[in-house]
C-alpha cells in the first residue's frame, strides 16, 4: 500500500499539492488499515488526510538542501529499472 508514497522534497519541478496529498492518503490508508473507511469513520479519515497534507506540505516547505534538485524523469527511469531487475519485465 506504501509504495505509493514517493520522496517528494529536492525535485525538479518541486512536487505540488496534489502529490502531496496523495502521499497523505497513502499514509492514512496504512495506519489505519482502511483503504475506504466506512461512514463512521469517513471524518475522522478525511481529517487526518487534511491534516498530514497540511504537515507534509509545512516539512517540504521548511527543508533545506545544498544538493542539486532531483530530475523527475531521470528518477523516474531509475526507479522503473528497479522495479524491472526486483520484479522482472
Given at each position: 500500500m506504501c509504495r505509493s508514497i514517493k520522496t517528494l522534497f529536492n525535485l525538479e519541478p518541486p512536487a505540488n499539492d496534489d502529490e502531496i496529498r496523495a502521499a497523505a492518503l497513502q499514509f492514512v490508508r496504512k495506519i489505519s488499515g482502511f483503504r475506504k473507511p466506512s461512514a463512521a469513520n469517513q471524518e475522522a479519515f478525511d481529517k487526518s488526510?487534511?491534516?498530514?497534507?497540511?504537515a507534509a506540505a509545512e516539512v517540504l516547505g521548511s527543508l533545506v538542501?545544498?544538493?542539486?534538485?532531483?530530475n523527475r524523469d531521470i528518477e523516474a527511469t531509475k526507479a522503473h529499472a528497479r522495479?524491472?531487475?526486483?520484479f522482472g519485465a
Open positions: 488526510v487534511e491534516k498530514i497534507t497540511r538542501t545544498n544538493a542539486p534538485a532531483k522495479a524491472v531487475r526486483r
